[in-house]
């Protein structure tokens, strides 16, 4: 696990977030840092060693927050198909709650190694124990097209949220549903599974400040 951030960095890291999810880049200067987390240059010159592998950290940071929280929403489900449903939808909701987070998802999950992550953890997982279990139906080899299949779904449906077409709740419960349905489960099940109470993404303990 990282580190935990100081106050400074991660007044830092969330700026930084902030403007690569709007300018779809992967540098910025220290002027542009400075001015967008209200700090001085010197300051951020000093809690930044090497601003040319900011984007990195902040992908690796936002990778491994996003993995351990929806992994943490998991305790006490047991299936697969519901875990692998929910972490579509955890999301889609985050992309509605925090829009530069989810943009910036949506900008760079599929070209940032660091962030692919996320889709080959838990979905991996999910996707390994349902097939064990006879819960889903495609073949053995097809598991990486099925992941790629569980990712691009996810970041439609986080676009659809984030460009207002449909609300998080819509367009999670759709995501999931017709995924499932595409893996196998019964229509009726899937829908069920989809629609059902999504539990509130928790915290995790290595963001904010140092303690």
């Keep these: 696990m990282l580190d935990s951030l100081s106050a400074t960095e991660a007044r830092i890291h969330d700026a ?15 002027r542009e840092l400075a001015d967008a987390a209200g700090l001085a240059r010197g300051t951020v010159y ?3 060693p090497d601003p040319s592998a900011l984007f990195e950290s902040v992908a690796v940071r936002l990778g491994e927050e996003m993995h351990e929280r929806v992994n943490l929403s998991f305790e006490g489900i047991a299936d697969p198909a519901h875990r692998l449903a929910n972490g579509l939808r955890l999301f889609i909701r985050r992309a509605h709650d925090e829009p530069h987070w989810g943009r910036f998802i949506v900008r760079f999950a599929m070209t940032t190694a660091a962030l692919r992550q996320m889709w080959e953890g838990h ?6 124990d349902g097939l064990s ?4 139906r495609f073949r053995p080899e097809q598991v990486p097209s099925v992941l790629a299949m569980v990712a691009s779904n996810g970041l439609a449906g986080m676009f659809l949220v984030l460009e207002g077409h449909k609300t998080w709740r819509e367009a999670g419960s759709d995501a ?3 995924m499932l349905r595409a893996i196998g489960i019964d229509e009726a099940e899937a829908r069920r599974i989809a629609a059902a109470e ?10 904010g400040e140092r303690r």
Excluded: C, K
């Design 133 to 136: 279990e006879g819960r889903y």
């Design 176 to 178: 999931a549903e017709l």
């Design 46 to 48: 000093n809690n930044l």
């Design 123 to 128: 979905p991996l997982r999910d996707l390994g």
């Design 198 to 207: 999504l539990p509130p993404l928790p915290e995790w303990p290595a963001r």
């Design 16 to 30: 930084a977030l902030r403007l690569f999810s709007e300018r779809g880049g992967m540098q910025v200067t220290i």
